[in-house]
C-alpha cells in the first residue's frame, strides 16, 4: 500500500522559511507526479504546487509563485516543499499527494503536515 | 484559470436518500474532473477520475457523470458514513479545487 509521510510543519513567524518534506514508499517514486495541497482552518483544498517524476518540470499557484520551491529526491523517494517569506495566510495544514498517473488526479495522500505563521 | 463552483454548499438529508452534487467549470475541461471525500480530521479520498470512474474501493452507489462544463457526483442511496465535504477537481495548466459541498446525515 502507497504511503506518504510528511515532516517539518510548526509554528514560524511571518516572514521565516520551513521545509516541509514528504516521504514515499510502496511505489515506484520517480514515476509518478507528485503535488503539495494545503487546507487552511476551516476551509477548503488550495492546490500549491507540483512536480514531474523526474524533477524537470515544476508549477506553481500564484499565491505562492517566487517564495515556494517544489523539489524532489529519487534517491531518496522524497518530496520537498521549501517555504520562505511565510506570511499569516501560508496557515494550514499541508499535503503531499501522488498523481495516479500522467496528469491524472490524486490516487495517494499523506496525513497532512500543520504549518502556523504567527508572531 | 479554470474555476469551479459546486453546488449546494450544504446538503442535508436522511439515510437511504439520494444525493446529487454539481459543480460547473468556467469553461470546458472535457472529462477531466474528478471528485474527492473529506471526512473531518482525514485527508481527502479520491472517489471519481475522469469525471465517471470510480476509484478503487470505492462504493458503487457513487457515481459521477457529464463533460464539457457540467458534472455531477450522485450518492445513490445515503449511508451515515458518506457524511463529509466533496470537493470537484480539474487540470487545465494547473489543478484547481471547487470550493466543496457539505454532506450532512439527519
Known amino acids: 500500500e502507497v504511503q506518504l509521510v510528511e515532516s517539518g510543519g510548526g509554528l514560524v513567524q511571518p516572514g521565516g522559511s520551513l521545509r516541509l518534506s514528504c516521504a514515499a514508499s510502496?511505489?515506484?517514486?520517480?514515476?509518478?507526479?507528485m503535488n503539495w495541497v494545503r487546507q487552511a482552518p476551516g476551509k477548503g483544498l488550495e492546490w500549491v504546487s507540483a512536480i514531474s517524476g523526474g524533477g524537470g518540470h515544476t508549477y506553481y499557484a500564484d499565491s505562492v509563485k517566487g517564495r515556494f520551491t517544489i523539489s524532489r529526491d529519487n534517491s531518496k523517494d522524497t518530496l520537498y516543499l521549501q517555504m520562505s517569506s511565510l506570511r499569516a495566510e501560508d496557515t494550514a495544514i499541508y499535503y503531499c499527494a501522488k498523481e495516479g498517473g500522467h496528469a491524472k488526479p490524486f490516487d495517494s495522500w499523506g496525513q497532512g503536515t500543520l504549518v502556523t505563521v504567527s508572531s | 484559470e479554470i474555476v469551479l463552483t459546486q453546488s449546494p454548499a450544504t446538503l442535508s438529508l436522511s439515510p437511504g436518500e439520494r444525493a446529487t452534487l454539481s459543480c460547473r467549470a468556467s469553461q470546458s475541461v472535457s472529462s477531466n474532473l474528478a471528485w474527492y471525500q473529506q471526512k473531518p480530521g482525514q485527508a481527502p479520498r479520491l472517489i471519481i477520475y475522469d469525471a465517471s470512474n470510480r476509484a478503487t474501493g470505492v462504493p458503487a452507489r457513487f457515481s459521477g457523470s457529464g463533460s464539457g462544463t457540467d458534472f455531477t457526483l450522485t450518492i445513490s442511496s445515503l449511508e451515515p458514513e458518506d457524511s463529509a465535504v466533496y470537493y470537484c477537481q480539474q487540470r487545465s495548466t494547473w489543478w484547481t479545487f471547487g470550493q466543496g459541498t457539505k454532506v450532512e446525515i439527519k
Open positions: 510502496e511505489f515506484t517514486f520517480s514515476s509518478y507526479g
